[in-house]
């Protein structure tokens, strides 16, 4: 065993933070449905949100596959054009409003920020339900836009098309986005009053896990940029139903303007997708590496640089869309600047792992698929950013790779990180480190191999949303449909043997990573009120023992 | 040229040239950047790996001047890019004044095209090579993308409003022609082919073309049609402004703006006419918003642009 392992365990019998036994767990208090339907606790509630999007993200990922397999043929193998629209319509306003947003902050965050800060709970539970509740409420409607017969407009909804033009159920679709919109709000809200008042003593901000500092950052951004999208959907349905002339020229509107208001909202929310990703990543690392993290407030600052500049780039989506080409220009410099603090975090991760005493596990190896990913995603971003490069390749399949290596490349592969990391906490219960593994690789190889050719096609100029296509790009497309099966396969892994161990899993130690953080003091699963004492903080973040003088606790 | 799984991009002009440098010599960066971190983290996720023997002391927890160096060089790297691409995108958006003018309308899903002459072609659109060529483009219902990959151009076509894109091509071939913006139920089949022709296959080809007579043509018997001539009489001492020379000058609108009559100034005056009426009249013209269409206020741009080469005659 290695020092650092030794030295973690005498450690842990040290700690003075320890809850008795005896204390029930969240899983156990109340067994009935009511129990959980009305449950105002923070972790129940988590659990609420991670089965609920999980099967949004089957749905959506059902869509994903019948588009792959259309495109094996140039002439569209399995959809007609109509069934394709709706496919990728449904693909994106699921996957987007229903998976990749509440994803991480929804489950994780939920789960983990009181007791990251030593909290009993939110600061307002009940709300915290009713976001839930009014989250479910949002799926229901676009379960019925589905099950009327869908929508094809595109996730984005552009006007006039979605106003005036589109023939599926655009109302109900963009009813749905308002109403999971509001959960977001409330969501946000939330979490900053709780990180904000519901610190244990000693829980200064220099002390906070990165993980809460990436979650407030991302609250921030739900908070200021939410309303800005409800509002503009309420728009899109005057127009639509009332004929209120806002977007459609034809009847004194302006066709940009919804643009503006849509990526305003949508730009950020690409920082909601991403940053409780990095904030997951910040916590594997250091875990893995038994590692303090490497420059704690460059990346602790960083994520609200990213908040804020986030907001200020939402331009780039419309470098030939007919807006002038000075505000192009702005924006274009603008989104390289926001490219500076993201690269400041993936330096951190690195610089973190020298001379560290690396654990090689799934979660880990989650983490390492993570940041590689992330890595192409966010430089083929900076290419996108650079107006002569965007012009050629916008609207193509390049921004298709580009867009997924860092929502599902990045924000996907952090949440099965965080998956594997916290699971032991969440249910008491050790999975098979061997399948994880493999799942880790299967993913980012099956990934790789769905995503890189886009970037090939995109920029030969086949554009995105096309049912069918001229025949010299289908080597491609056929290579990335096998890539997508691999991927498939990848992600459905983890459904097995996570819940295989629900049952079968070894029971797990209160802390079986060795990892610093309030919430491995606590027994897994954790008591209902978590803490039976407040907590006192009187360590650094990531204060993890690796030379003789910093391992006396 | 690059050439992938039998898959080739043709350069069809210089600025296609100059896109592909640029692409190259980015991914060139990216590599400089992104390859040390790839690397440095398998060497050290094998390196340190737990377990393994090696010398772990002193590891550092920060370092301001290593992070501010990484952080600042890798900026200003990018920004050299910046710079060469924005320039670049200018260059794209200012047509050269003896750009050949050919007016496009987009509608689900076809593209309209019309050239100078009065030909008109749809889902094709041909070309002469060494000449730069302004297209005018506008929607009629939705927004589409004209988007021509060996180009490495596209402009999105909106309703109710004018956008341009120009290019030269230098390279005789068939190339394709896309929409690259979501525009409905068969957005992937509203394509075609740009065809760049040596200029004297070009004229032939056009004299083979039917033609209804020039927009500028067309343009004037609908001036007449429309009785245009009774308040712009030409000397504008009538009760409306002269047009001679109006396209391309600077006019002073009431309240003091100037602005420059282009062809979106021409569609809206057509269209809108009180929201920007010239300083000295009275706002009186009636609006010809669903009276003319699309293709028609072309063709009345294209005869007040001709008013402009030959001052103070009405042909």
């Known amino acids: ?553 | 040229m690059l050439n992938l799984f039998g898959l080739s991009l043709p350069q069809a002009s210089a600025h296609a040239q100059h896109v592909d440098m640029l692409i190259g010599a980015f991914s060139l960066l990216i590599l400089f950047l992104a390859g040390p971190v790839i690397v440095l983290i398998f060497a050290f996720a094998i390196r340190y790996r737990r377990g393994k023997d090696v010398n772990r002391d002193h590891a550092p927890n920060r370092n301001v001047w290593l992070e501010v160096s990484w952080t600042i060089i890798p900026f200003l790297l990018i920004l050299g890019f910046f710079v060469v691409s924005a320039k670049m995108f200018f260059s794209i958006h200012e047509p050269p004044a003896d750009a050949m003018p050919i007016s496009v309308v987009a509608k689900q899903w076809m593209w309209k095209f019309q050239h100078p002459q009065g030909q008109s072609e749809i889902n094709t659109l041909h070309v002469p090579i060494g000449q730069p060529v302004k297209l005018t483009m506008t929607s009629q219902d939705v927004i589409h993308s004209l988007y021509v990959p060996a180009l490495r151009l596209k402009q999105d076509v909106l309703p109710g409003r004018y956008t341009e894109l120009w290019f030269t091509a230098t390279r005789p071939g068939t190339y394709h022609l896309f929409c690259s913006q979501f525009c409905g139920l068969d957005h992937a089949t509203m394509g075609g082919s740009v065809v760049a022709m040596e200029p004297g296959a070009y004229g032939s080809w056009l004299s083979t073309q039917a033609s209804g007579g020039s927009l500028a043509t067309a343009g004037a018997t609908l001036y007449r049609k429309l009785g245009c001539g009774a308040c712009h009489a030409g000397d504008g001492t009538t009760r409306a402004p002269s047009l001679n020379g109006l396209y391309g000058s600077r006019v002073t609108l009431e309240g003091g703006r100037q602005i420059v009559a282009d062809d979106q100034y021409l569609r809206d005056a057509l269209l809108d006419p009180n929201a920007q009426v010239t300083a000295g009249y009275k706002p009186i013209m009636p609006t010809y918003r669903g009276l003319i269409g699309e293709e028609q206020v072309m063709q009345l741009a294209a005869y007040i642009r001709a008013m402009k080469t030959v001052p103070g005659e009405h042909p």
């Open chain 1, 1 to 553: 065993m290695s020092r650092a392992g030794l030295h973690d365990a005498s450690r842990e019998e040290a700690a003075p933070l320890h809850t008795p036994a005896e204390a029930q767990s969240y899983l156990n208090d109340g067994n009935s449905l009511r129990s959980w339907l009305l449950t105002t606790d923070h972790k129940r509630i988590a659990i609420l949100y991670l089965i609920s999007i999980t099967g949004f993200f089957a749905i959506a990922a059902t869509a994903a596959a019948m588009m792959r397999l259309n495109l094996l043929t140039p002439q569209g193998a399995l959809l007609t054009a109509e069934g394709y629209n709706r496919a990728f319509t449904m693909h994106g306003v699921i996957m987007v409003w229903f998976f990749l947003i509440p994803s991480i902050p929804n489950v994780f965050g939920n789960f983990l920020i009181p007791l990251m800060i030593g909290a009993r709970d939110m600061a307002f539970p009940r709300l915290n339900l009713a976001s839930w509740y009014i989250f479910m409420g949002g799926g229901l409607f676009t379960l019925a836009a589905l099950i009327f017969g869908g929508v094809d407009t595109g996730w984005t909804f552009y006007t006039p098309l979605s106003s005036t033009y589109a023939n599926g159920n655009v109302v109900l679709a963009l009813s749905a986005v308002f109403i999971a919109g509001w959960s977001s709000i409330l969501t946000g809200i939330n979490f900053i009053v709780t990180i904000h008042k519901l610190r244990a003593p000693g829980m200064t901000w220099g002390r906070l896990p990165l993980f809460v500092w990436t979650h407030y950052a991302t609250a921030l951004i739900l908070v200021l940029a939410t309303p800005v999208l409800t509002v503009t959907l309420l728009l899109v349905v005057a127009e639509r139903l009332f004929g209120l002339g806002i977007f459609n020229p034809a009847l004194g509107g302006d066709p940009l303007l919804f643009q503006h208001l849509f990526w305003f909202y949508s730009h950020p929310a690409v920082y909601i997708m991403v940053l409780p990703a990095m904030g997951v990543v910040s916590e594997l690392v250091p875990a893995a590496a038994h590692k303090k993290l490497f420059g704690y407030w460059f990346v602790a600052y960083s994520s609200l640089a990213i908040a804020l500049v986030g907001f200020l780039v939402w331009g780039h989506h419309m470098f030939v869309s007919g807006q002038s080409m000075y505000a192009s220009t702005v924006f274009s410099f603008l989104s390289l600047v926001v490219a500076v603090p993201s690269a400041i975090k993936v330096y951190n991760w690195t610089a973190t792992l020298y001379k560290g005493s690396i654990a090689l596990n799934a979660a880990f190896l989650f983490a390492m698929g993570f940041i590689g990913l992330f890595v192409m995603g966010g430089l083929t971003g900076l290419m996108l950013a650079l107006l002569a490069i965007d012009v050629h390749v916008h609207d193509t399949y390049f921004v298709v790779a580009h867009f997924h290596y860092i929502m599902v490349g990045g924000a996907v592969t952090a949440y099965l990180g965080a998956m594997h990391f916290w699971w032991p906490k969440m249910f008491g219960r050790m999975y098979n480190e061997v399948w994880g593994r493999i799942s880790a690789v299967l993913v980012f190889i099956g990934f790789n191999v769905t995503f890189f050719p886009q970037f090939l096609l995109g920029y030969m100029g086949m554009p995105r949303r096309y049912h069918e296509y001229p025949p010299e790009f289908q080597t491609l497309h056929v290579l990335s449909t096998g890539g997508a099966g691999l991927l498939g396969l990848g992600y459905a892994l983890p459904l097995i043997y996570l819940l295989y161990s629900l049952r079968h899993g070894e029971p797990a130690s209160a802390n079986p990573w060795k990892a610093t953080g309030l919430e491995w003091t606590v027994p897994s699963p954790p008591p209902t009120h978590n803490f039976e004492d407040t907590p006192i903080v009187v360590r650094e973040p990531y204060d993890y023992p690796l030379s003789h003088d910093s391992s006396i606790a």
